[in-house]
């Protein structure tokens, strides 16, 4: 079995077609040579059967009765009929039914059960040679009684011979048959793979930049359908990596900002002699340190939240998470003179995600709010329920975002113009690619009354649990 699996499952798709193929045709082989010699043999028993009942004709017609004596005499046509075949003996035996006489070989095994007059066909052992033989009881009007019990049998030479050659005579055609679909297959496999073969090619020749798509209508219908998938699946590719080349150069071109800050401050502190100069360029200069860290981060956490990051999901409490993010930046809250809340019914709002994750993505909600809100506003985060979702929302009485950029401040590193607040375009980018990893909805609506800004991430809930 083992065997049969590793045959199958090895080599060439075209050595496999061939198999699949050609394993039924060995096995209709071997059926079909099964039933030419189980034909050719019931054609030599039917002949054999036949000559059995002529013999039996004939031995009754040489009985016949005299002076109420029942006598059996062969004329020379009978003795040549019996003795015609050169390779069998033929042995008969003839007794009367109700009168005691008897002819020929008294010892002929008789069939088993009952005899009839319809005559019973079987095979036996006679002087050590297997004998096909028939036994009946036929009318016979020549003798006194009648009825004549005929029992008459002939050895198998000649029949074995002539089902072997009913074999033979049928067998090497079979066989040629074979051979011509055998490789009539080959060559049809061969010509049926040949696109994929030319496909394969076109592939082996292309560069690892090379991603169009490859040419549907040359390969056979089965294969159009993997040929489309494989296509959809090189344009998302190529689109993958146009937007990691984009990232990487928006990335360089942003680090090499604070970097060259960086430099800049520390050339010109090395010329500075005024203490109050020095600790200004000194200043700068952790400045542009702390905007590189954050957008180093930033940058990090932007990889880990993008799709095939490997991060383990559990079952958290979004309401809890969001507490003590809101906690977090309430010392910040303050020190900008500005209100900082959190809303949530009494319950344990449950989803499935990783912790890290919303946990930065909350941050970076939290952070753009009060970042671009005024000094004397208020920030509100929320967390509500909605059937069989979770609703997060942070809400702002800040400067809103015109219904025409709200789409374009989710990508990465763009800001909105006139805002005056630094920052390296990321944050919201963070919020769509960690909500897009905990398959979450993310919307970006304007605040109460048309007032600031409200984003809204609708979750899917794993449980709820009410608190006794």
């Known amino acids: ?22 394993a039924p045709m060995v096995v209709l082989l071997f059926l079909n040579i099964a039933l030419i010699y189980k034909a050719g043999h019931d054609s ?16 009754l017609d040489q009985l016949h009765t005299s002076q109420g004596h029942v006598e059996f005499s062969l004329h020379v046509g009978a003795l040549n009929m019996l003795s015609e075949d050169k390779k069998d003996h033929v042995y008969y035996a003839l007794r009367g039914w109700q009168q005691d006489y008897q002819f020929g070989y008294p010892d002929l095994p ?18 050590g040679h297997p004998v096909r033989m028939m036994a009946a009881i036929m009318p016979e009007p020549d ?10 049998g002939k050895t198998l030479v000649l029949h074995d011979e002539r089902a072997k050659e009913w074999m033979w005579r049928l067998l090497p055609a079979q066989i040629f048959l074979m051979v011509f679909a055998g490789t009539v297959v080959w060559w049809g496999v061969g010509r049926g793979l040949r696109p994929l073969l030319q496909l394969r090619n076109e592939v082996a020749r292309r560069s690892s930049q090379d991603l169009s798509p490859l040419p549907e ?19 998302r590719l190529d689109e993958s990596l146009i937007l990691k080349r ?44 702390d905007h590189a860290a954050h957008l180093a981060n930033q940058l990090l ?25 809101t906690a977090y930046w309430v010392q910040h809250a303050l020190h900008k003179s500005m209100d ?34 005024p000094s004397g506003g208020h920030v509100t985060v929320r967390i509500s329920r909605d059937d069989e979702t979770l609703v997060l929302e942070v809400e702002d009485n800040g400067p809103g975002i015109q219904e025409c950029e709200r789409e374009r401040v989710f990508e990465r590193f763009y800001r909105v113009l006139g805002s005056n607040q630094e920052g390296c375009g990321l944050g919201l980018s963070i919020v769509r690619e960690v909500a897009d990893r905990h398959c979450a909805e993310v919307s970006l609506l304007s605040g109460a009354e048309g007032v600031g800004t409200l984003v809204r991430i609708t979750f899917r809930a794993a449980s709820q649990r009410r608190k006794n």
């Open 217 to 235: 209508n040359k390969v056979v219908a089965e294969v159009r359908p993997l040929i489309h998938s494989f296509n959809g699946l090189m344009g």
């Open 246 to 289: 984009r990232f990487i150069a928006d990335a360089a071109h942003q680090l090499r900002t604070p970097l060259g800050g960086l430099k800049a401050q520390a050339e010109l502190a090395q010329l500075l002699d005024d203490p109050v100069e020095i600790r200004h360029s000194l200043q700068q200069i952790s400045r542009a340190a």
């Open 143 to 152: 003798v006194s009684s009648g009825r004549v019990v005929v029992v008459v």
């Open 44 to 59: 030599a028993d039917r002949r054999h059967d036949r000559f059995l009942r002529d013999i039996s004709k004939i031995l």
């Open 340 to 373: 900082l809340g959190f809303e949530s019914a009494d319950s344990d709002f449950l989803i499935a995600g990783n912790a890290l994750l919303l946990g930065e993505m909350l941050n970076n909600l939290i952070d753009n709010a009060l970042r671009y809100t």
């Open 110 to 127: 008789l069939p088993p059960g009952e005899l009839s007059e319809k005559p019973v066909f079987y095979m036996a052992s006679y002087a």
């Open 1 to 22: 079995m083992s065997l049969c699996k590793s045959i199958f499952d090895s080599g060439t798709l075209r050595q496999k077609l061939l198999w699949w193929v050609l």
């Open 301 to 325: 956490l932007l990889a880990r939240a993008e799709p095939g990051a490997q991060d383990s999901m559990a079952e958290l409490d979004l309401a809890g998470l969001a507490r003590d993010a």
